[in-house]
């Protein structure tokens, strides 16, 4: 009857054990699966605030009169900055090419080559528009507006 008892009590013993361990090993992984989505986020919104920083700048730099132009590209939005080098006129193109937004400075009315572009930030979508002088950028849903300091004749 002892053996009994003790076999019994050691079956509860083992069961109890390894319903500890099933809860632990479930617990681990829960954990991870929400580490790595909460990284994951994490890395998206970093993305959209660096291209964002990015944009800021950019256009604080080169806020000119008659140099903040938006014009439609093959891939969508291109954001064109416009700058005076002497007699000479270069542009930094920004837009979205092979899932990164890019950047490419080339002298003024040159075709660019988006292989061999600057990639600035991750991105799956970007969109700007000029509406007077304010400009609307959106970057993977983020989206933003940018009041332009000096604007072009006859404008408002």
């Given at each position: 009857m002892k053996k009994r008892q003790a076999g019994s009590q050691f079956a509860s013993v083992t069961a109890v054990f390894f319903s500890f361990l099933l809860a632990m090993l479930l617990l681990v992984i829960l954990g991870s699966s929400s580490y790595r989505d909460t990284v994951a986020g994490m890395?998206?919104?970093?993305?959209?605030?660096?291209?964002?920083?990015?944009?800021?700048?950019?256009?604080?730099?080169?806020?000119?009169?008659?140099?903040?132009?938006?014009?439609?590209?093959?891939?969508?939005?291109?954001?064109?900055?416009?700058?005076?080098?002497?007699d000479e006129v270069f542009e930094?193109?920004?837009?979205?090419?092979?899932?990164?937004?890019?950047?490419?400075?080339?002298?003024?009315?040159?075709?660019?080559?988006?292989?061999?572009?600057q990639v600035v930030c991750p991105a799956g979508q970007f969109s700007a528009r000029r509406e007077g002088d304010t400009l609307h950028l959106q970057i993977d849903g983020s989206a933003f507006s940018y009041a332009l300091r000096s604007t072009e004749e006859g404008e408002p």
């Open positions: 890395e998206g919104n970093q993305a959209a605030r660096a291209g964002r920083a990015y944009l800021l700048t950019k256009l604080r730099s080169g806020d000119q009169e008659g140099m903040v132009a938006v014009e439609t590209g093959a891939a969508g939005d291109v954001l064109v900055l416009s700058e005076r080098a002497g930094t193109r920004i837009y979205l090419a092979n899932g990164n937004l890019v950047e490419e400075y080339l002298p003024a009315g040159e075709g660019g080559d988006p292989s061999l572009a």
